[in-house]
């Protein structure tokens, strides 16, 4: 479910009445429908006789009423009702609400995303939610289930209206039947878990851990001796938090002490959330049924009280058994009766892989049309009415049901829930009747003021950033000079390092230390050590830097050219004499590594999901811990696989969470990457600051990064343990995005190195992008168009290559500027010097927000006002070579791209006749 931020009052009808200590007011009147704009109070009544709310908007005594039944399995497979909705689920199998779209039809509505179930849409102050068919299990959708999004929709309506006197929730109003209006609110990332009963089969479930011995789950202490489906003394609360791709348990304690929520807010949400499972297993055992285990979530509001949003009490959130049966067969040792969807899963378990294929069949007419029945007997047994659907085609009425919103004059219900929406916003809208040239005036006025607000915080940070790198000079300063004192003299090195013009070169160029000497040796070289290139932000502190130096190896690096006459790969050195400018010397770009201490410690990131790059890892694991006599650190995953297969493995060593990430670089000397490019991209992900030198085994498609095979893997790594090897310095990119509500440049989210590119686009909007550049403060350009792509030179072959960039040389230094689309034939790209700082701004007059993405990852929205920046990291990535960085570039492009590869010019054709001169 989408989690809210923020929340805002509205003036068309309310949900959450004021509750006094002693007695609970509610908002409902035989004679005013649910969510309607007027409300009458009255007492709420004991739970066996609480009034049944409508999700509809009829008012109580229009309903169709149907007593509670006393269920069992045959009620559900032969009951009369089925056979009267049966014809009706049959006919709308094909027209199932799959897909919305409605900011097409809908003005103000932001954007979207589209969850398992529900398509989420933000209206500013408040979220347009829509309950779709879509069928979600083995973390993908599966089918489309007639009528689901209503019965779940209106299910959880029902649940919102008939608790309030326990807690006040999200809700605003319902327009449609499968849409909510909701308040926006913040979120506390924590789902409360409430179970009765000791069941379930998942990691996470009680029943998993109580088998295993686990007898203190969540904070709760639970006695020995309970079998599976038996129902505990009392109900427990197991919460989780949200993980990567899982759901993780987590004690009381922990969730205070980890700051997802204080005390008092935590105190206060378990006992509504207690609350809510206790009434809903009275209204449940009324009807029939065992409410087993459900989740909830709550959020907080701008006043300050918590409210429960998210769905309640669902068949998708909740776990239902049949009363009538339970006792008898949980005696018997049998499973209960029950009401779910599991049948349709094990379906797609019996006939497919439902997690690797990537095409599932077609889940048959018979079991989808059961399933549309189970939600409505679900719904009807627990609300006693008769749920609203129209015997058509259409559950919205005439139109096309597949997609919500891509037909505006399709169906009156659909009519009226836009109608409905649009007049919510137009509530926030603050210049409704003024005209819109002048809007647009006004908002082009806004991003000036903006800029020039900008420029002058600007000048006070970069008043303080000089003051800072004036701080960091003198200790770079200092440092080498103590650095080349103690240091041996080293052939081919500077003579005169004692000289003060030599001391201001290198701390002016902590990345390209020592002087150059003379051209009377073979290769010209330079020299940069280990701890130069990788120092991180602990290299100032003499204890840090000490245990860095004693756990990693040293190296040095050198660049050269082979003679004078050969200028290849130089770069010019400028220098000036008597008013003259001129090329005085040069240095070549071609760099070599030389390990001054052998390497003790690597590490291997593999390409996930691979047989061939499975078996290779465990291959040269051995080797390189039998033969080499080295540490080997690999990913979690890799491990735990590995383990899996042999305790052998044990020698391994990985990592046990994010924290401990940061701590990898201090301890590893060289990577060896298993993969494709994708490969590299990741492993260079890994380390937030200095990367090690990587060794890429090409396993993947195309390898423009990874120039070694791996068939002679050992014959590469001795090559490379051994020393000296040429390495590719590939330059990456820093980003941070700086918010419109940001009072200064330097409130700036966390930054993302991007070793490839930056994408930004448009997203799914009609819309063309407006985005203005600057470079240095400087204006360059508004991109109107698909995007922009911001490059280093190693990506220039993926993306930027694919939108008509130029492909360049990953070792020069630069930006490639490339627009995706540009709406206009003059929009070439560029290629920007290395030390400039590129900003990436939309407009306030943008009439749609634009999406950036980090080397393909990490995707996240830019509204209007805010602003991406890129510069050149300070820490590039080492890449070996299998001969020199030219020759991989070049043989690179010619192996995957095919560059310039054509069949050669026939020579039997015609040739030109000379004709003798007259």
């Not at 991180?536 to 050219?561: H, I, M, T, V, Y």
Request: aromatic letters at 8%.
């Amino acid at each position: 479910m989408f989690f809210v931020s923020g929340m805002a009052q509205c003036a068309r009808s309310t949900l959450n009445p004021s509750r006094t200590p002693q007695s609970f007011v509610r908002t409902v009147s035989a004679k005013t429908p649910a969510f309607a704009s007027v409300s009458f109070p009255r007492t709420l009544p004991e739970f066996k006789k609480y009034p049944v709310m409508s999700c509809q908007g009829k008012p109580q005594s229009q309903q169709e009423q149907i007593p509670p039944p006393q269920l069992s399995l045959d009620d559900l497979v032969t009951s009369n009702r089925k056979g009267e909705l049966l014809g009706t689920i049959k006919d709308s199998l094909s027209n199932c609400l799959s897909d919305t779209n409605l900011l097409e039809t809908v003005p103000g509505l932001k954007s979207r995303i589209k969850g398992k179930v529900r398509d989420i849409y933000d209206a500013g102050d408040y979220l347009v939610l829509v309950t779709t068919d879509r069928l979600s299990a083995f973390d993908r959708n599966l089918a489309s289930i007639p009528f689901k999004g209503q019965v779940l929709n209106e299910t959880s309506l029902w649940w919102f209206n008939n608790t309030q006197h326990i807690t006040p929730n999200a809700i605003v109003s319902s327009p449609d039947k499968n849409v909510v209006i909701a308040k926006k609110c913040s979120v506390f990332t924590i789902e409360f878990v409430v179970r009765g009963y000791v069941t379930g089969s998942t990691d996470t479930s009680l029943w998993t851990v109580y088998k295993k011995g686990v007898r203190n789950y969540c904070g709760n202490v639970i006695s020995d001796g309970l079998v599976k489906n038996q129902k505990l003394p009392a109900n427990i609360l197991t919460p989780t938090t949200k993980a990567e791709d899982h759901d993780v348990p987590i004690t009381p304690n922990e969730i205070v002490e980890g700051g997802f929520m204080t005390q008092a807010e935590f105190d206060e949400a378990s006992m509504k959330a207690l609350s809510l499972f206790e009434f809903g297993q009275r209204v449940a055992k009324e009807h029939g049924l065992i409410l087993v285990d459900t989740k909830y979530e709550f959020g907080r509001s701008s006043d300050g009280s918590i409210l429960l949003i998210d769905e309640i009490h669902t068949p998708d959130s909740s776990r239902y058994w049949l009363a009538g049966s339970y006792e008898e067969r949980f005696q018997k040792g049998l499973e209960p009766e029950n009401v779910d969807k599991e049948f349709i899963r094990l379906w797609f378990k019996e006939n497919c892989n439902p997690y690797e294929d990537e095409v599932l069949p077609a889940a048959p007419a018979e079991l989808v049309t059961e399933l549309a029945w189970r939600y409505i007997f679900l719904y009807e047994t627990i609300t006693g009415s008769r749920i609203d659907i129209l015997p058509t085609q259409d559950p919205f009425g005439n139109g096309d049901a597949n997609s919500l919103g891509s037909n505006p004059e399709s169906g009156s219900s659909l009519a009226q829930s836009e109608k409905a929406v649009e007049e919510l916003l137009t509530q926030q809208t603050p210049m409704l009747a003024t005209d819109d040239h002048l809007i647009e005036f006004s908002e082009a006025l806004r991003t000036v003021a903006k800029a020039l607000r900008g420029s002058a915080e600007g000048k006070a940070l970069a008043q303080a950033e000089a003051a800072e790198w004036k701080r960091r000079y003198e200790l770079e300063r200092s440092k080498n000079l103590e650095l080349l004192n103690k240091a041996p003299p080293l052939n081919g090195v500077c003579a005169d390092e004692s000289s003060s013009k030599g001391m201001d070169h290198l701390a002016k160029s902590p990345r390209r230390h020592g002087q150059e000497n003379g051209k009377s040796g073979r290769y010209s070289l330079e020299r940069i050590c280990s701890h130069d290139v990788l120092q991180d932000g602990e290299s100032n502190s003499p204890n840090g830097s000490n245990n860095k130096l004693k756990r990693k190896a040293s190296f040095k690096l050198s660049w050269g050219c082979k003679g004078q006459a050969n200028d290849q790969h130089k770069k010019e050195i400028v220098s000036f004499e008597s008013g003259n400018i001129t090329t005085a010397d040069r240095s070549s770009k071609q760099i070599s590594l030389t390990w001054e201490t052998s390497p003790q410690t690597v590490i291997i990131f593999t390409k996930p999901n691979s047989t061939s790059v499975r078996l290779l890892s465990v291959e040269m694991l051995r080797w390189l811990r039998d033969h080499k006599g080295l540490d080997v650190y690999v990913e979690p995953r890799v491990k735990a696989e590995l383990l899996a297969e042999s305790s052998s493995f044990d020698f391994v060593q990985t990592w046990e969470d994010d924290k401990e990430i940061s701590l990898l670089h201090p301890m590893i000397d060289l990577v060896i990457t298993l993969g494709g490019d994708g490969t590299v991209l990741w492993a260079a992900s890994m380390f937030k600051g200095p990367v090690p030198p990587i060794v890429p085994f090409s396993m993947g498609s195309l390898g423009f990064m990874t120039p070694f095979h791996s068939e002679q893997y050992r014959d590469c790594l001795e090559a490379v343990l051994k020393g000296p090897i040429s390495i590719t310095l590939r330059h990456r990119l820093q980003c941070h995005i700086i918010r419109d509500k940001a009072r200064h440049d330097y409130e700036t989210e966390d930054n993302t190195l991007v070793l490839n590119e930056v994408t930004i686009d448009r997203g799914i909007s009609s819309y063309l992008t407006n985005l203005e550049c600057y470079c240095d403060n400087s204006f360059v350009t508004c991109v109107q168009g698909d995007g922009l792509i911001l490059s280093t030179t190693s990506g220039s072959t993926a993306y930027s290559l694919a939108a008509g960039g130029s492909m360049v040389h990953p070792q020069v230094p630069g930006i490639l500027f490339t627009p995706i689309c540009p709406h206009s034939l003059s929009f070439r790209p560029l290629i920007l010097p290395d030390h400039v700082t590129v900003r990436v701004q939309v407009p306030f007059n943008s009439r749609s927000s634009a999406w950036v993405s980090f080397d393909g990852k990490g995707r996240k929205q830019l509204e209007a006002g805010d602003a991406l920046v890129c510069s050149i990291a300070p820490w590039p990535v080492s890449t070996a070579c299998q001969v020199e960085s030219t020759h991989d570039f070049l043989r690179s492009i010619h192996d995957g791209l095919h560059w310039n590869l054509r069949k050669t010019q026939s020579s039997d054709g015609p040739r030109d006749t000379i004709y003798p001169l007259l």
